[in-house]
Each structure stands twice: as structure tokens, then as C-alpha cells.
């Protein structure tokens, strides 16, 4: 109480914060006239002073008052469009690292410009992250009209571009692009082997639209780049079949817990079935042996129980979609993982693509906590304003509207069930609709679209439905839901970026309209005639109230209800909201009261009848949102806490990475790496404290012979008197360096580093690929620690500790012995073999070769260049090709002689 009577007073502290900008407003304004008066040529220059202002020691906060008036200039001459004070505010937050809310219809793409433009003054690069490549094409275009006025480039970053188009595109001054492509680019940059193919430079700035979105929404599943494993779409089919038999006696879903297993009956009535398909070894589901049976089932079990299609996924051209469940929209390229989709593909039917092998992954914390500075913005962000500040370390200020909001959001409407829930909505948007109030409605799933699509053509109401099968018409029908007596159904309107005015929106008119009319006196006539009707219908829109939004259900996100919300009312509009729930709605099935009142309220009601609106239940219903927000962020959280263990070592590895490909000689490393193998392999055999008889010298020979390719006289060298370790050290390690020192000296030491640098990079990464898949498995079972009264999270990261440290072993020794076992010869008479510099495919992965201990020959090709022969074991296979199945690498040359690798000849699928 004593709280509420302070603010009053005193005004909120985001109050007090926005008011203490206004100095620097006003600081902006008395720039105005002075920058006014300049020609276009002389505003257009200003970046040229600013940039020289910057070198002789300037900082971004002495220009911005200068830098934002500018921008507003050029926006007013280019775009038609002045900033706002309040949009100078939200600028001004940006700039800062902070997060701008601001409504909707407040004009946020263009706030953007005045923070984009200061950062990108300094020449480093500012990255606009958008939430889908509709709005990065067209904000690079709308917005990169501003930035082009004033001297700078633009690059927009969108799927199916090459290399050199993505490398152009961050070079440039400020590059638009979605946070997927911004992250993949990150991790395809880590898996290339030299420094000029990468395409991102250092990270700098970056502003991200719908933050909310992005940094918590998407959050909960990381980013991976995966290869293709072995195809196992047999089981996947065989499995599933026998799923469908099961009914649900046979299992028990926690739909909270979003957990399906099955039950004491259920699993002897699989093992019956499983065994009479052959699948079960034994008797029993969960012996050793039937690991992998258990996972396809778990994974079918989800799929057939759990997955819900036009909910969750939808199948179009044959192929599995996922669908977002916060934005609607389809997520191409996006699979669910541990073999989850191929279940899913099983289900339905279609194609089943093979599972994949994670070869690099990144959470969106740990990417975007890699820029120095991270401004965001979006209409809804103060219901998450704690976990935003504790993972990202930005803050939320909220931006006062540039007019007083008019919308009425009425309480909700309660119904007994969704039929009747339905059949009132059908009724409400036919009386709006007859009246000529646009109505925008909001569903959380496309099988409520389409359900409540019949409903209205059952009520003869003409409308629209938006959801992820028209993905590509959405903008267009978004921009005209405020026209007069408009219906238009969208699943989840998070994130649609698209300006809902009344009355219809007037540049999609034209686009749709008069796109093929040239121009001239009659396009300029029927722009006039669209820009009048426009008005007309505008007016009786007011009349008629505004916008109604309408939603057909509470999301678990109070977010995305509030961003339903803000599609009306934008800019001073008067406008209506109201949702429309029942009991049978998944939120409060799954999360609401189970109370004496809502069993009372389900057996009094009459059929059709609403109950009256109740604040009591409102606030039910928010506490249920609090709770799954409580729960999906305990689920972020705990993605970030097991993913910064991983980036860590994610860093480290990076970083050698690079370190590799920006030295120009890495021999010292693989000297080091030498060392250490030599310091193993006689620690191991000659322990501390021993004496030469209680050496185990004939498995130090075997080793030395299978590391090193060297026979060395151990057993003679430790009778010696006097013998010890370090002496052994000494020996082995000359022999070794003088191996190297020789094979370097017949091809030539430019030509030995080339071999070094793309022997270090290929193990590094074969290894690390390996280390992801471990730490994959790891994560999956480390929570059974807590039944020991360990903490999982701390398990986990002395276990990944362990598992990091011993890949970093294996790495030095697999190095160390193909560059030992690594021979040079005379290239054959056959056409010139693949080049390793420039088809790194060719040259051998890390544990690809056979296991006898010889790692493949090298041969100097005519002009000099290093090229990679056959391995010495399959040259001795034999000539039947049959026999040389599994003990050939798919990616050396064949044995037959062609020149193509095994792959592409006789070891084709």
C-alpha cells in the first residue's frame, strides 16, 4: 500500500528514468534548425564529420545528440516520417544496451535507425536482428534508404546466398538478418579451414527486433549443425506400427510435464509385440542389448501421444514442419532432434530423412551474450524484465506512448465448453462485422483457425485465416485486418512486424493492386482514388469503435496475449479487446484451479450460456500463466547453465581454431603435441619410482611402433646400467623429431606446414564433433546423479572437465601419429588426384583410415602440389572391390586407380 502511494507521488522508477532523458531530448530538438537548413548534400556529409570527429578521440555519446537530429532529417526527407520524442527516447535506450518497449503502431523499425546509425559510425558493423527474412529484406530496403542518404552500406543476410554474397553483406556497415542465420553463420565460420572463407567479422552491436521473441521464445532450443548418420528408417517404420496399437491404457501422459512413458502393462504388451517382430533381444525391453529399441519407442511414444499435427508440426510437400508455438509460423529447416522428427515422419507417413550426428551447437544466450553491446526492442518485454536482466544483463525500460492509448480491454468471457465457446465468438465477430468494426482474432494452434473458420462460414461471415499454410501471403493480409468490416483469423500475431491501420493499410493497396500498372497519370489517379477510400473507410472504422481484438484462448505466455492486445489501438486509435475461454481451453485444463466452483460452474451452466465476466477468474488465469512462465523459464535456465560448461570449451576450441588458421607455421604446436605424446607413452610404461625390471618395455615397443612407426631397442636400451625414464624420453624423442625433420626435408618445409595446419584442423574437429556427441549423451542422463544427493549441474561439469581434457589427449596423439605414419612418393600415371588444398574432403579424417596402424600415403603432385595417395592397406585389399567395403575411407582414392575418391567409384551407394 505505502508502495502505491510513493509512486503515485514519486512516479515508478521506469518513470523517473524516461524523465531524466529528457535533457538529451531537448538537446536533440536544438539541433533541428541548424541541421534543417542544410542541403542534401551537406546532411549527407555529416557522416564524413562525424567518422573524422571519431578519430581525433570523440566518443558515441558526445555525437549522439547531433548524430540522432540527423538521422530524424533524414528520415523526413527520405521516408516521409519525422521521430517521434518518444522514439528518440526509445533510441537513446537502445544505444545504451537496454530494451525499448514500446506498443504497437509506436513505430519501432524506425526508432532502430537513430542507435543502428550512431554504431555503425565507428565502421565495425551493426547487426539488425529481424525474426523472419520477410521483414530483414524489407527493413534493409525501407530503412536502408535512411542509411544510404547518409554514406552507409547496407547488407541484408537470408537463406540460400553463397559464401562471397554473405561475406559482402557483413562487410558492410549495418546487416539485416534473422537470429538463425546470424548463428548458423557463427558456427559454419568455426568449421571452415581458412581465415578468408569465413564470412562474420567481430562482433560489434546489435539491435534485436521482437527481443522477446528471439531471447526468450526461441531460447529454449539451440542452435546445431548436424551430419547425417546412419539410416536406420526401417526401425523407425517398424517401430511406430507397433505404437499405433497401443491405446491409451497402455501409458500415462503428464501433458504438464509434456512427458509420455508407458505403463507396468503397457510394457509387457510391447515386449510381446516387439518380440514377435523380431526386434527384442531376450526377453526383456530394458536389457543392455535393447538400448536402441527403447529409444525408437520412447521417441515413437512422444510422436504418436505428444505430437500433434497443424499444432505442433504440419506435413507439406511431404516433409514434416515444425511449427513455433509462439509465432505460428512454419520453421523450415528446423528438425527436432535425438530422432524425434524421423518419429514423427514414421507417423506420418512421408520420407524419413536419416538421423544426424551434432557436429557444432550454440544456445541464443551464449551467441548473443558474444556482442559487446545488445540493444533490443518489442511491445511486450516488462513480464520478463528479471530474467532478461539475469541472463543477458539488460534492462527493460518502458517507452510512454506518443499518444494517450484509447483501447478498452474488456475481462474475459467464460464458456462450459469449446463448442459453445465457439458458436458465441461465430456470433460476436458476425454482430461487429455487420456493423463494419474490423476484427482481428487471435488462436493459439491452426486447428483452432481452421475450427473456428467453419464456425463463421456457418454464420455466412466472409474472412480470412492466417496461419502457417499461407506463411507467404501473411504480410499482405495482415496489413489490410483494420479495413472496414475485415475478419481475419491469425494464429498467434507474436511477432507479424506488419502495421495494422484502420481503414486499410494504403502501400500493400497499391503493391497488390497496381503492381503491373506503369506509371503515369492514371497509376497517380488510382493511387489518389485508393488513398480517399482509404480515408472514407478510416472514418467509419472510428465510428464504428476501432479494431476489435478478439482472442479465442489464453496463451501461457501473458506476452503474447498482451501483443494480441496491442494489434489495437496503436497511435492514439480507439479500440476494443476481449477474450473468449472455456474450461476445456489447455491452460486451464492443464494449469487452472481444479476448484468446487469450476466443477459448480460446469454443471449449472446452460448450453451456449456464458458466464458473467469475473475478475476472480482473471486472476485465476493469470496465476495459472505465471506458473508455466515460472516453468519454461527453470527450462531456459537451466539450457543456459549446462550450455555456458559447453561454451567454455566451445571458446577454448574456437579460439585454437582460429589461432591455427592465422599462424602461417603451426610447427611449434605439433612439436609440443610430439612432446607430450612421447612424455605419455613413457610415463605410462616406466612409472615414477620403478626400476627398469618392473618396466613394461615390450608394450612400450608395441606402442612406440603404432604411434611413432618406429622400431626402437627398448628391451636393450633398459638393461643398460644406469638406465632411467628421462633417458628413454631423450631417445625416443630425437627419433621421433628426426622422422619429422626428414619427411620435412623431402617435400620441402612450406609444403610440411600446409600438411600440419590441415592435419591440426581435421583432428580438432573430428574430435570435437565427437566430445559434442559424449557431452550430448551426458546431459541425457547426468540428472539420475541427484538420486545419489549430488547436484547434476556440478556433476556435469566435472564430468565434461574430465571428457574435455581427454579429448585434448587424443588429439595430440592421433596428430602426432599420421603426420609419423604419413609417406611421400611419386605421383602414378593417372589424371592429376585431388588437390588437399582445395578439396580438404580428400584428405583423411581423424579414425577413418583401418586400424593396422598405417595412416595413408602423400605423393608430390607435377606442379608441387601435395596430393593424397591411396592408403598402403587398401592398395593391399586385393582386387575384388567387395573386400574393400569398410576398410577404405569414403574419402580417399580409390583403389582400382580412377583418381576419384572411393566414394564417387566403386564405394558408391
Given at each position: 500500500m505505502l508502495g502505491g502511494v510513493a509512486k503515485a507521488i514519486f512516479g515508478s522508477s521506469n518513470d523517473r528514468y524516461v524523465k531524466s532523458l529528457g535533457g538529451l531530448v531537448s538537446k536533440i530538438a536544438g539541433f533541428e534548425p541548424t541541421i534543417s537548413a542544410m542541403t542534401d548534400e551537406e546532411l549527407a556529409n555529416q557522416t564524413v564529420l562525424f567518422r573524422a570527429r571519431l578519430d581525433e578521440g570523440a566518443t558515441l555519446d558526445d555525437l549522439l545528440p547531433e548524430a540522432f537530429a540527423t538521422v530524424r532529417e533524414a528520415a523526413k526527407r527520405v521516408l516521409g516520417q519525422r521521430h517521434y520524442d518518444v522514439q528518440m527516447v526509445g533510441g537513446i535506450v537502445l544505444h545504451r544496451g537496454e530494451i525499448a518497449e514500446m506498443r504497437t503502431g509506436e513505430g519501432k523499425t524506425l526508432v532502430a535507425t537513430l542507435a543502428v546509425y550512431l554504431n555503425a559510425l565507428p565502421g565495425t558493423g551493426v547487426h539488425v536482428v529481424t525474426v523472419n527474412d520477410y521483414l530483414a529484406r524489407r527493413d534493409a530496403e525501407w530503412m536502408g534508404q535512411v542509411y544510404k542518404f547518409l554514406g552507409l552500406s547496407v547488407g541484408v543476410i537470408v537463406p540460400n546466398i553463397g559464401d562471397q554474397e554473405r561475406r559482402d553483406a557483413y562487410a558492410s556497415d549495418i546487416t539485416y538478418g534473422t537470429n538463425n542465420e546470424f548463428g548458423f553463420d557463427y558456427l559454419r565460420d568455426n568449421m571452415k579451414y581458412e581465415r578468408t572463407d569465413m564470412v562474420q567479422r567481430a562482433f560489434s552491436f546489435a539491435v534485436v527486433d521482437e527481443v522477446d521473441s528471439v531471447l526468450i521464445d526461441e531460447a529454449r532450443t539451440p542452435l546445431i549443425i548436424s551430419g547425417p548418420t546412419d539410416d536406420k528408417s526401417e526401425l523407425y517404420m517398424q517401430v511406430d506400427k507397433l505404437v499405433k496399437e497401443l491405446v491409451p491404457d497402455d501409458?500415462?501422459?503428464?501433458?504438464?510435464?509434456?512427458?509420455?512413458?508407458?505403463?507396468?502393462?503397457?510394457?509387457?504388451?510391447?515386449?510381446?509385440?516387439?518380440?514377435?517382430?523380431?526386434?527384442?533381444?531376450?526377453?526383456?525391453?530394458?536389457?543392455?542389448?535393447?538400448?536402441?529399441?527403447?529409444?525408437?519407442?520412447?521417441?515413437?511414444?512422444?510422436?504418436?501421444?505428444?505430437?500433434?499435427?497443424?499444432?505442433?508440426?504440419?506435413?507439406?510437400?511431404?516433409?514434416?514442419?515444425?511449427?513455433?508455438?509462439?509465432?505460428?509460423?512454419?520453421?523450415?529447416?528446423?528438425?527436432?532432434?535425438?530422432?524425434?522428427?524421423?518419429?514423427?515422419?514414421?507417423?506420418?507417413?512421408?520420407?524419413?530423412?536419416?538421423?544426424?550426428?551434432?557436429?557444432?551447437?550454440?544456445?541464443?544466450?551464449?551467441?548473443?551474450?558474444?556482442?559487446?553491446?545488445?540493444?533490443?526492442?518489442?511491445?511486450?518485454?516488462?513480464?520478463?524484465?528479471?530474467?532478461?536482466?539475469?541472463?543477458?544483463?539488460?534492462?527493460?525500460?518502458?517507452?510512454?506512448?506518443?499518444?494517450?492509448?484509447?483501447?478498452?480491454?474488456?475481462?474475459?468471457?467464460?464458456?462450459?465448453?469449446?463448442?459453445?465457446?465457439?458458436?458465441?465468438?461465430?456470433?460476436?465477430?458476425?454482430?461487429?462485422?455487420?456493423?463494419?468494426?474490423?476484427?482481428?482474432?487471435?488462436?493459439?494452434?491452426?486447428?483452432?483457425?481452421?475450427?473456428?473458420?467453419?464456425?463463421?462460414?456457418?454464420?455466412?461471415?466472409?474472412?480470412?485465416?492466417?496461419?502457417?499454410?499461407?506463411h507467404e501471403q501473411e504480410a499482405h493480409i495482415v496489413a489490410q485486418a483494420g479495413s472496414l468490416g475485415a475478419v481475419t483469423i491469425a494464429t498467434n500475431m507474436a511477432g507479424r512486424g506488419t502495421d495494422i491501420q484502420l481503414g486499410g493499410n494504403v502501400e500493400f493497396r497499391i503493391e497488390d493492386e497496381l503492381g503491373d500498372m506503369p506509371d503515369g497519370p492514371m497509376r497517380d489517379a488510382a493511387i489518389a482514388e485508393i488513398k480517399a477510400e482509404v480515408a472514407e473507410n478510416k472514418a467509419k472504422v472510428i465510428a464504428a469503435g476501432g479494431l476489435f481484438v478478439l482472442g479465442t484462448e489464453r496463451h501461457e505466455s501473458r506476452r503474447i496475449d498482451n501483443q494480441l492486445r496491442g494489434r489495437s489501438g496503436r497511435q492514439g486509435d480507439p479500440g476494443l479487446s476481449r477474450f473468449y475461454l472455456s474450461l476445456d481451453d489447455e491452460l486451464l485444463r492443464i494449469f487452472g484451479p481444479d476448484t468446487m466452483f469450476a466443477k459448480m460452474m460446469r454443471a449449472n451452466l446452460e448450453d451456449g450460456e456464458a458466464l458473467p465476466p469475473s475478475r476472480w477468474m482473471s486472476k485465476a488465469i493469470e496465476t495459472a500463466q505465471k506458473k508455466v512462465e515460472a516453468r519454461n523459464y527453470d527450462i531456459r535456465k537451466q539450457v543456459v547453465e549446462y550450455d555456458d560448461v559447453m561454451n567454455d570449451q566451445r571458446k577454448v576450441v574456437y579460439e585454437q581454431r582460429a589461432d591455427i588458421m592465422d599462424s602461417e607455421a603451426v610447427d611449434d604446436v605439433v612439436t609440443d603435441m610430439r612432446a607430450e605424446t612421447v612424455n605419455g607413452l613413457i610415463a605410462d610404461a616406466c612409472p615414477p619410482n620403478s626400476y627398469p625390471e618392473q618396466w613394461d618395455v615390450a608394450a612400450l615397443h608395441d606402442r612406440?611402433?603404432?604411434?611413432?612407426?618406429?622400431?626402437?631397442?627398448?628391451?636393450?636400451?633398459?638393461?643398460?646400467?644406469?638406465?632411467?625414464?628421462?633417458?628413454?624420453?631423450?631417445?625416443?624423442?630425437?627419433?621421433?623429431?628426426?622422422?619429422?625433420?626428414?619427411?620435412?626435408?623431402?617435400?620441402?618445409?612450406?609444403?610440411?606446414?600446409?600438411?600440419?595446419?590441415?592435419?591440426?584442423?581435421?583432428?580438432?574437429?573430428?574430435?570435437?564433433?565427437?566430445?559434442?556427441?559424449?557431452?550430448?549423451?551426458?546431459?541425457?542422463?547426468?540428472?539420475?546423479?541427484?538420486?545419489?544427493?549430488?547436484?547434476?549441474?556440478?556433476?556435469?561439469?566435472?564430468?565434461?572437465?574430465?571428457?574435455?581434457?581427454?579429448?585434448?589427449?587424443?588429439?595430440?596423439?592421433?596428430?602426432?601419429?599420421?603426420?609419423?605414419?604419413?609417406?611421400?612418393?611419386?605421383?602414378?600415371?593417372?589424371?592429376?588426384?585431388?588437390?588437399?588444398?582445395?578439396?580438404?574432403?580428400?584428405?583423411?579424417?581423424?579414425?577413418?583410415?583401418?586400424?593396422?596402424?598405417?595412416?595413408?600415403?602423400?605423393?608430390?603432385?607435377?606442379?608441387?602440389?601435395?596430393?593424397?595417395?591411396?592408403?598402403?592397406?587398401?592398395?593391399?585389399?586385393?582386387?575384388?572391390?567387395?573386400?574393400?567395403?569398410?576398410?577404405?575411407?569414403?574419402?580417399?582414392?580409390?583403389?582400382?586407380?580412377?583418381?576419384?575418391?572411393?566414394?564417387?567409384?566403386?564405394?558408391?551407394?
Open positions: 501409458y500415462e501422459l503428464d501433458e504438464k510435464q509434456k512427458s509420455v512413458i508407458l505403463t507396468e502393462d503397457g510394457t509387457e504388451k510391447m515386449e510381446r509385440m516387439l518380440e514377435a517382430a523380431g526386434l527384442l533381444e531376450g526377453d526383456n525391453l530394458y536389457d543392455f542389448e535393447n538400448t536402441q529399441v527403447v529409444h525408437h519407442l520412447n521417441q515413437s511414444l512422444r510422436a504418436n501421444v505428444m505430437f500433434r499435427k497443424d499444432i505442433d508440426y504440419i506435413v507439406k510437400d511431404g516433409k514434416v514442419v515444425i511449427i513455433d508455438e509462439f509465432t505460428g509460423r512454419m520453421m523450415d529447416g528446423r528438425r527436432w532432434s535425438d530422432g524425434l522428427h524421423q518419429a514423427v515422419e514414421a507417423k506420418e507417413g512421408v520420407e524419413i530423412e536419416p538421423e544426424n550426428q551434432t557436429m557444432a551447437s550454440i544456445t541464443f544466450q551464449n551467441y548473443f551474450r558474444m556482442y559487446p553491446k545488445l540493444g533490443g526492442m518489442t511491445g511486450t518485454a516488462a513480464t520478463e524484465a528479471a530474467e532478461f536482466h539475469q541472463i543477458y544483463k539488460m534492462n527493460v525500460v518502458t517507452i510512454p506512448t506518443n499518444l494517450p492509448v484509447a483501447r478498452v480491454d474488456e475481462e474475459d468471457t467464460f464458456y462450459k465448453d469449446t463448442n459453445d465457446k465457439f458458436q458465441g465468438i461465430a456470433k460476436a465477430i458476425a454482430e461487429k462485422a455487420a456493423a463494419g468494426q474490423p476484427v482481428l482474432v487471435g488462436t493459439v494452434s491452426i486447428e483452432k483457425s481452421e475450427l473456428l473458420s467453419e464456425f463463421l462460414t456457418a454464420e455466412g461471415v466472409e474472412h480470412k485465416v492466417l496461419n502457417a499454410r499461407f612406440v611402433i603404432e604411434t611413432f612407426g618406429l622400431d626402437l631397442p627398448f628391451a636393450d636400451w633398459a638393461r643398460e646400467e644406469g638406465i632411467d625414464p628421462e633417458a628413454l624420453e631423450t631417445r625416443l624423442q630425437e627419433a621421433a623429431d628426426a622422422t619429422i625433420a626428414a619427411k620435412t626435408e623431402e617435400i620441402g618445409k612450406e609444403t610440411w606446414g600446409t600438411v600440419e595446419k590441415s592435419v591440426l584442423l581435421q583432428n580438432l574437429d573430428h574430435h570435437w564433433k565427437e566430445h559434442l556427441a559424449t557431452l550430448d549423451a551426458l546431459r541425457q542422463v547426468i540428472h539420475l546423479r541427484a538420486y545419489a544427493q549430488k547436484t547434476p549441474i556440478n556433476e556435469y561439469k566435472q564430468e565434461a572437465f574430465a571428457l574435455f581434457e581427454r579429448m585434448l589427449q587424443l588429439i595430440r596423439e592421433d596428430v602426432t601419429k599420421l603426420l609419423a605414419h604419413a609417406q611421400f612418393m611419386a605421383p602414378p600415371e593417372l589424371p592429376s588426384m585431388p588437390d588437399i588444398f582445395t578439396n580438404l574432403d580428400a584428405f583423411p579424417e581423424a579414425g577413418a583410415w583401418p586400424d593396422t596402424g598405417a595412416f595413408g600415403n602423400f605423393s608430390s603432385g607435377e606442379a608441387g602440389t601435395l596430393t593424397m595417395a591411396a592408403p598402403t592397406e587398401a592398395i593391399q585389399l586385393g582386387s575384388d572391390p567387395a573386400s574393400w567395403e569398410g576398410n577404405v575411407s569414403r574419402n580417399a582414392n580409390c583403389p582400382c586407380g580412377s583418381g576419384k575418391k572411393y566414394k564417387h567409384c566403386h564405394g558408391a551407394l
